[in-house]
């Protein structure tokens, strides 16, 4: 199993930044991916944003240019800095694992984010 510690999260006034980060733990393979997902009170969890460790990116359409994601293979790290905060940008930020190797998934407890003044 894998285990995911999300940190980095709490309240940031509009138009601020925050900077995300989760360490993944346990049986871990080279082929993998990892990504954050992002959920709201009453609705679904979307996808934020996702690295391969190929190297490949992919964001969400709302990010707008305003995020960014890497990774640190020697620390398990995948961090997202979030820029330009908006209050849409509220929820529930959840750290997902995907195992190439055995086709696992495997997500954090989630860490909220809230952007208000």
């Known amino acids: 199993q894998v285990q995911l510690l999300e940190s980095g999260g709490g309240l940031v006034q509009p138009g601020g930044s925050l900077r995300l980060s989760c360490v993944a733990s346990g049986r871990l393979y080279r082929l993998n991916a990892m990504g954050w997902f992002r959920q709201a009170p009453g609705k679904e969890r979307d996808l934020v944003a996702r690295i391969t460790s190929g190297g490949m990116i992919d964001y969400a359409d709302f990010v707008k240019g305003r995020f960014t994601i890497s990774s640190d293979d020697a620390q398990n790290t995948v961090y997202l800095q979030m820029n330009s905060l908006n209050p849409d940008d509220t929820a529930k930020y959840y750290c997902?694992?995907?195992?190439?190797?055995?086709?696992?998934?495997?997500w954090g407890q989630g860490i909220q984010v809230t952007v208000s003044s």
């Open positions: 997902k694992y995907t195992d190439y190797v055995l086709g696992g998934d495997y």
